[in-house]
């Protein structure tokens, strides 16, 4: 574990002490580490192949794309 030494303004205090009495944390490290963890899953969603958009694309306007069986097209895309 890592300490570190941080300043914060009294808006960020106050979130954090909020963060941390809303799931029963011990401290705002915690609290912190909650924060944390829910930007992690925001900026790590599933990133989506420039291709697959070109497709996408098609397929608003109109054009068709065979895709094969489901199974085929989760293999394609990578979908899990």
């Given at each position: 574990?890592?300490?570190?030494?941080?300043?914060?303004?009294?808006?960020t205090n106050r979130l954090l002490a909020l963060i941390k009495a809303q799931?029963?944390?011990?401290?705002?490290?915690?609290?912190?580490?909650?924060?944390?963890?829910?930007?992690?899953d925001l900026i790590s969603e599933h990133h989506v192949r420039p291709s697959?958009?070109?497709?996408?694309?098609?397929?608003?306007?109109?054009?068709?794309?065979?895709?094969?069986?489901?199974?085929?097209?989760?293999?394609?895309?990578?979908?899990?």
């Amino acid at each position: 574990m890592v300490k570190a030494l941080i300043n914060i303004d009294e808006d960020t205090n106050r979130l954090l002490a909020l963060i941390k009495a809303q799931f029963g944390l011990k401290d705002k490290s915690q609290a912190i580490e909650v924060l944390a963890e829910e930007y992690e899953d925001l900026i790590s969603e599933h990133h989506v192949r420039p291709s697959f958009l070109k497709k996408l694309k098609k397929i608003e306007k109109g054009h068709k794309i065979r895709v094969g069986t489901l199974e085929d097209f989760k293999k394609m895309y990578s979908i899990r």
